[in-house]
């Protein structure tokens, strides 16, 4: 059976992944996950300790630490002419960028709140 033009424009054309906007949505979506984290792992360690409003103030400085070092994996792809974003020779480096990213997303909050209890027991 053949197709009609109309028919084979209905389908989609197969697309290429972008490279740059995958990245944009990984650091998107791994701020909400560390910024969560963050509020729920290591500001509970820190109240723990302190009745002051000083774990609130550790939690603005940490998540605004973390900003520049994704914004920095954003650049890095977002620079990318259209032909490179498409290129699917870089998914080796895309892969080992999102799984940097996503351990520190998710390690970084645990880290940060064993530290903090230890040195809550230090002094």
């Known amino acids: 059976m053949v197709k009609s033009d109309k028919q084979a424009a209905a389908v989609p054309a197969l697309r290429k992944r972008d490279w740059r906007k995958a990245m944009s949505d990984h650091v998107a979506y791994g701020l909400l996950a560390y910024t969560s984290l963050q509020i729920f792992v290591t500001v509970k360690a820190l109240s723990e300790g302190s009745s002051t409003a000083l774990p609130y103030l550790a939690l603005v400085v940490l998540v605004a630490g973390i900003i520049p070092v994704c914004r920095w994996y954003e ?15 870089l998914a080796g480096e895309f892969r080992r960028d999102v799984t940097a990213l996503w351990a520190m997303a998710i390690g970084l909050p645990f880290g940060l709140a064993l530290i903090f209890k230890m040195l809550l027991e230090v002094f």
Not at 75 to 89: F, I, N, T, Y
């Open 75 to 89: 650049k890095r792809w977002a620079v990318l002419s259209d032909a490179e974003a498409a290129d699917p020779a």
